[in-house]
């Protein structure tokens, strides 16, 4: 019973469940679990009554203080969306009692052969489940790996917005966390039909038991039954291996549901499917992990939604319409077959245009530079989807487009889409996208800046250069293009296409900001905490400039997480999620004192900051001896700083020249902003796109942009030298105004 007294306030008193239950009577009982009765109840709270289940734990069907023991544990330490939720407990006399949420509509196996549980549904509940067991398999070090050894369709609770709780921990076994396998002998229990054949028969248990047992329940949710039969009250038939062999056989028409079967998308079938298969493969090495597992039943679920938005969302007769002006005839029988089709891309205009379509149904449209870029000559790429591309010095040119099929009334973004090629193939890798341009249209007097290119999928590099909504389908544009570092002239520059995409936007969470989020979310975890913090962390605590005071682990991993003061407050130390030392220098340490004034800040870690005079550029050099740095660990270098109340001062493109690279690269102090042609978007500006060489707003109120990558040698040594040149065309850029607080280095 000493067990019980860290979760004592937990327990509740049996009169209490007495009276929400009605003496445990037959109205409020609610189902029969394999350990005993169900029932529900109001119970009585400090903030309200609220109900709840209570599952009422029989010894005389097997369950022992032992079980009763570990699912108040399991269940108090694993805290997560999709896991069911133990509130309170009681035990006194003979009575065990576990108090859950009450989850209002059930087990997942009443729904099984339910017509009105429809496959979109039933792949939601999936993902639900994948994403459970994913988390306690893979716990990322807040806790112990978790194997459930019961999953099964009875052990899926379902609340009213359909929402799959795992419940039923008595029988899960934990095994360490930090290993890629766990493998555990004990006596095999489990349910007939869900339980994994090799550890029945093994009684070796391993994460991937549960991932068979899973996969049975992918099998029930598509064929709309249970994975066994009952004759005569006796276990007469398991289904399993016939749904594993109707599917090597390509034979699952026999016995998917067929109340749902005209519901299921093909591709999502598809997908579900062969994970499904994979999960119940004998062999444990050909069984996916659970995060693989989640990762395809959450694209089965995407393609199932993505047909089902465009049926709703789509101009069918324009889509029709488009489909008879492909280059190669489509041979489609369905409506999702066009769509298909038409989400990959199809070539128009005797292969001179390529379009395709969004998830949305809008279109998107590529028009071939060799018919839009007047300058340069005709030349092959073998990546290119165009049989053509143009090739031109990269000393500008002219962009002449006409467009023929975007969607009325949605805000565009017009995009070049090229290569830069670089005679030297490591300078070519380094650059990467740090690539901007100057351009204008014709009917403007005055040059932009763009941002910085951006990775496609494909391998190309794009820049947005404009963003306008449509108001039909066809539209002109004359946009004259110049490069912008002048060192890049005489450079091959391969333009494949004008690309006209639908404006979505993404949100990205700044690195800076997910300690917060991670000491709250392990605070609440009860786990290993000397396992937790890293190896050296009193020796890191000695360095603290200022005493550190704390009274649990819990505290100190916040500590050394948001970081401390060390050598005499003039550096600033802190851990990440990985337990990797974050390292910040102030601006003292690499700055020159001529050029800058210096002065305290009261939202600076540091005594004094400075403020750039009346300068165009300014050099940073440092190196960071090994005992401040994690060994053998790839950093990223991001400058700290605040740009002048005068943004226009600093509002277009820095060169950084890094040290041994011969060619700049592009970065920004302000965000750089799309134009926009024709009065306001009502799509979101750059700020929201995680672009390299973007700045970002740092919790603190700060800014920051990465610099530079780089990894320690084994004793922990990293440096770099580079110099930040303002390239303003008109020779008018100034850093005055423009206050440094240091440089930070973070582990990737």
């Not at 598509?222 to 007469?236: A, D, I, P």
């Amino acid at each position: 019973m000493s067990f019980l007294v860290e979760f004592d306030h937990l327990k509740i008193k049996l009169q209490d469940v007495k009276s929400a239950t009605d003496n445990f009577g037959h109205n409020k009982q609610i189902g029969r679990g394999g350990f005993g009765q169900v029932y529900k109840g109001e119970l009585s709270l400090p903030n309200g009554r609220k109900m709840v289940a209570f599952k009422r734990l029989d010894r005389r069907l097997g369950q022992g203080n032992p079980e009763f023991y570990k699912e108040i544990m399991m269940l108090s330490k694993y805290k997560h969306e999709n896991l069911v939720s133990l509130m309170h407990f009681c035990i006194e006399g003979d009575e065990m009692i576990l108090v859950y949420e009450y989850v209002s509509r059930g087990s997942l196996d009443c729904y099984l052969t339910d017509a009105n549980l429809s496959w979109s549904q039933r792949l939601k509940i999936c993902v639900g489940v994948a994403r459970a067991l994913n988390f306690l398999h893979d716990p990322t070090e807040t806790h112990q790996r978790l194997i459930h050894r019961d999953i099964k369709s009875s052990n899926i609770l379902l609340d009213d917005k359909w929402t799959p709780k795992v419940s039923d921990f008595g029988l899960s076994k934990a095994g360490p966390a930090n290993q890629p396998h766990t493998y555990v002998f004990s006596n095999a229990v489990g349910t007939p039909g869900y339980c994994d054949p090799l550890y029945f028969e093994t009684g070796f248990l391993s994460k991937e038991s549960d991932v068979y047992s899973f996969g049975v329940v992918l099998f029930e949710l598509m064929c709309g039954r249970l994975c066994f039969e009952y004759r005569n009250g006796r276990l007469s038939q398991i289904l399993v291996n016939e749904w594993r062999k109707c599917y090597e056989e390509k034979r699952l028409d026999e016995i998917i549901f067929g109340d749902i079967k005209d519901q299921m998308q093909s591709g999502s079938l598809s997908t579900f499917s062969r994970i499904a298969y994979r999960c119940i493969n004998r062999a444990r090495e050909e069984r996916p992990t659970m995060a693989e597992a989640m990762k395809e039943l959450e694209a089965a679920l995407e393609q199932q939604e993505v047909y089902k938005n465009l049926e709703k969302k789509a101009d069918l007769e324009e889509m029709i319409k488009i489909a008879n002006q492909a280059v190669a005839p489509l041979l489609y029988r369905s409506h999702e077959q066009l769509f298909r089709l038409l989400l990959k891309g199809i070539f128009v205009d005797d292969g001179s245009t390529w379009l395709s379509i969004n998830k949305n149904g809008e279109i998107c449209e590529m028009i071939s530079a060799t018919k839009c870029v007047s300058w340069g000559v005709r030349d092959v790429a073998e990546d290119s989807r165009f049989s053509n591309v143009k090739m031109c010095i990269y000393n500008g040119f002219k962009v002449k487009v006409y467009t023929r099929f975007l969607s009325p009334h949605v805000t565009y973004t017009i995009n070049i889409v090229f290569k830069i090629k670089f005679r030297n193939s490591e300078v070519q890798k380094r650059i990467g996208t740090h690539v901007s341009c100057t351009y204008k249209l014709d009917d403007d007097t005055q040059y932009l800046y763009s941002s910085n290119a951006t990775m496609r999928e494909d391998g190309w590099l794009a820049i947005p250069l404009y963003q306008f909504t449509s108001d039909q389908k066809t539209h002109h544009f004359n946009i004259t293009i110049f490069p912008l570092l002048l060192n890049w002239h005489g450079t091959e520059c391969c333009i494949e296409s004008i690309e006209f995409q639908p404006t979505e936007t993404e949100t990205h969470e700044n690195p800076e900001h997910k300690y917060m989020k991670d000491t709250q979310q392990t605070s609440n975890s009860r786990i290993n905490w000397e396992q937790k913090l890293p190896a050296d962390y009193t020796d890191l605590i000695k360095w603290s400039t200022y005493p550190i005071q704390w009274t649990t682990k819990t505290e100190l991993y916040s500590i050394l997480r948001k970081g401390f003061l060390i050598d005499n407050g003039e550096k600033w130390l802190s851990i990440s999620k990985t337990m990797k030392k974050r390292f910040m220098i102030p601006a003292t340490e690499f700055l020159p004192k001529e050029k800058w004034i210096w002065k305290p800040l009261r939202e600076s870690r540091f005594k004094v900051v400075a403020e750039s005079l009346n300068i165009d550029k300014f050099r940073v050099a440092f190196e960071i001896k090994s005992k401040l740095l994690s060994p053998q660990t790839t950093y990223s270098c991001h400058l700290i700083y605040k740009p002048p109340e005068n943004y226009s001062l600093v509002e277009g493109p820095l060169a950084l020249f890094i040290q041994s690279l011969h060619f700049p690269r592009s970065i920004f102090l302000i965000v750089p902003h799309i134009a926009i042609i024709g009065g306001q978007s009502s799509s979101k500006e750059l700020n929201d796109r995680k672009i390299k060489g973007h700045p970002k707003v740092r919790k603190d109120g700060w800014m920051e942009v990465q610099l530079w990558e780089g990894t320690t040698d084994t004793i922990g040594t990293i440096g770099t030298e580079f110099t930040l040149n303002g390239m303003d065309i008109d020779g008018e850029y100034n850093f005055v105004g423009l206050l440094v607080q240091g440089i930070e280095l973070r582990p990737l």
